[in-house]
């Protein structure tokens, strides 16, 4: 197991934040976590499993051991009544592994196309998009349990998933290392048209001809590069803000005042708003402060616009709740995990 000092995490984050790593090393394969538990540099609370890095914010230097997560493999692990259970592991890129998936003919993945990270931390903040979750199609994750020090499998129930949430962000947080994910995907195509404008998007490539899960996926994907910055090109962590959930009646209060906001009736009465939408509202799409911006297409992400510090995302993000919260008495709160924790 080789630990390096004092590593540079900027290639590491797709925000792009310079900050380094106390120490450093890779999980190639399952097994090298019994030997990474036992480096002097291991500590159970500190540590940081790093996947793509495109869900954190970095706002100083790390103080604790990272450890990369580069496990590769996906196999199959059943078929059955149309169900075929893949396993793939931590470290394979996520749109790497959808397309894989579109290849091997099976749907449930292809709304999920082009979501920047690694497959190991899409059940943590359970990621969606275009009306589907990844909880919908995930069942079961494979972890390193670090309080018995023995692997385990979580059923989807075990995960207790919700809007961007799961046991991972909570109770579970510093207790389990997510090495694989295994999922339920069909063999035959069952199409999830109902967000926004996708029917229309997915109409416009296939024409007259019945859509393929690879006709969503490639529309998925048309309408993220229209409104979403590639972080290859231009550091960011996608949606910076979690869509805030507010009581039937505010939402009821607001849409008398502003009767354009998009609302979303939620299963248990609350409504969830649009978090772009507010931020928009308030007139700060390509609002900037020092190096960072609020993207100019969408005004959910955060971008690098110029060698953006810590300092600089800190501010924005907070000039942005301040904003929202005065003029509609909503409170946001970040999607990101701020790091180390703030
Ligand atoms: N809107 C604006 N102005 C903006 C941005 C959005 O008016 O600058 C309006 C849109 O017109 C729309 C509504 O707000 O009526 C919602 O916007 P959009 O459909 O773009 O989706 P979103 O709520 O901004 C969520 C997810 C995305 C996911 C998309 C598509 C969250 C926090 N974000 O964004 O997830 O790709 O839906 O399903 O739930 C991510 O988590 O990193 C992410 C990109």
Known sequence: MQVQYRTDLTPYNTFGLTARAAAFTALKQEEDIYDIVRLPEFDRQTVLWLGGGSNIVLTADYPGLVVHMEN????????????????????????????HTLELGLSGLENLSLIPGMVGASPVQNIGAYGVEVKDVIHSVRCFDL?????????????????????????GKGRYVITAVVFALHEQFRAN??????????????????????????????????KLPDPKV?????????????????????????PDMPVYPQADGSVKLAAGWLIDQCRLKGFQIGGAAVHEKQALVLVNKDRASPKDVRQLADYICRAVADRFQVELHSEPNWLPSV
Request: glycine share 6%; hydrophobic share 40%; aromatic share 8%.
């Open 234 to 258: 231009l550091g960011n962590v996608g949606s910076f803000f979690k869509n805030p959930v507010v009581a039937a009646a505010d939402a009821e209060r607001l849409r008398q005042e502003y």
């Open 72 to 99: 590769k493999g996906i196999r199959e692990l059943s078929r059955e009544n149309g169900v075929v259970r893949i396993e793939a592991q931590a470290g394979e890129v996520w749109h790497d592994f959808v397309l």
């Open 193 to 226: 048209l109902k967000y926004g404008d996708l029917t229309a998007a997915v109409a416009a490539i296939c024409a007259d001809r019945e859509p393929t899960a690879k006709d969503v996926s490639q529309a998925v994907c048309a309408i993220r590069m229209s």
């Open 147 to 171: 309080e018995k020090g023995e692997f385990v499998e979580l059923s989807n129930a075990d995960c207790r998933f919700a809007y961007r949430e799961s046991l991972f962000k909570q109770e």
